[in-house]
């Protein structure tokens, strides 16, 4: 399978789309990039549940709160992060604006903060999960940054 190219030219690694990550809960949240959606799967079952829920445009990554309260997805074409109340399965709030081709997003083990990836300014924003608001500067990394995981201390 090729890369998928994206705005500016960038070229991330070939996947099997959709990405799916379990929550802490009884559901699985699964990003289908060319739908702009996010499907929910009842793990226990192994169905979906529901309609799926519309996010920005190319959802990549979907990352859950430790408490299982909050999706957040990075939505790759939309350059910016769409948060999914998990007991609703809607998403609150407005997008929340981050770098170009945001991809990757991870959740500190405490949940105050999101980290995400952004390809395209090569650099990682970091979300206040309380106010969903991006806090600081950037943090200048490496060029198109995909993936991002946190040590379990934080």
Known sequence: MAGLTMLAGLTLPAIAPPLAWASPGPNAYVANGVSNNVSVIDTAANTVVGSPIPVGNNPLDVAITPNGQRAYVTNVGANNVSVIDTVTNTVVGSPIPV???????????????????????????????ATNTVVGSPIPVGNN?????ITPNG
């Open 99 to 129: 770098g170009s081709l945001p991809a990757g997003v991870a959740i500190t083990p405490n949940g105050q903060r999101a980290y995400v990836t952004n390809g395209g300014s090569n650099n990682v924003s970091v979300i206040d999960t």
């Open 145 to 149: 940054p995909f993936g991002v995981a």
